[in-house]
């Protein structure tokens, strides 16, 4: 990386010749990871660990679709509306199995 594009990367514009980091593909990216490591959390901690984080990563899903959702065109906002929903739904149900083993 050069002295310019240094510069550019700290003023916080996308450097030139390089395709800029898209915040929301990766805060989707880790979820899914997060989603994915998750059973092996479990696995090697307990189910309670698994739960934490499957529960962490389906509302930040659930939140992210939501966001999608209101920016897409009508087809596909209804969806991603949908997705959100379903992720809403298995978050709550993670949290409550998380509560019921946490007491």
Same mark, same amino acid.
């Given at each position: 990386?050069?002295? $310019?594009? $240094?510069?550019?990367?700290?003023? +916080?514009?996308?450097?030139?010749? $390089?395709?800029?980091?898209? $915040?929301?593909?990766? *805060?989707?990216?880790?979820?899914? +990871? ?9 696995? !090697? ?5 698994? !739960? ?5 990563? !389906? ?11 209101? *920016? ?11 997705? *959100?929903?379903?992720? +809403?739904? !298995? ?13």
């Amino acid at each position: 990386m050069t002295d $310019r594009e $240094r510069e550019v990367k700290r003023a +916080g514009q996308p450097v030139p010749g $390089r395709p800029p980091v898209d $915040r929301t593909r990766l *805060a989707g990216c880790l979820f899914g +990871g997060a989603m994915a490591a998750a059973p092996f959390l479990a696995l !090697l901690y307990g189910p309670t660990a698994g !739960l934490a984080v499957a529960t962490a990563a !389906l509302a930040a899903t659930a939140a992210l679709s939501a966001d999608a959702a209101r *920016a897409a065109p009508p087809a596909a906002g209804r969806r991603l509306r949908v997705a *959100a929903a379903v992720n +809403g739904a !298995l978050a709550m149900a993670c949290l409550a199995a998380l509560l019921v083993g946490l007491g």
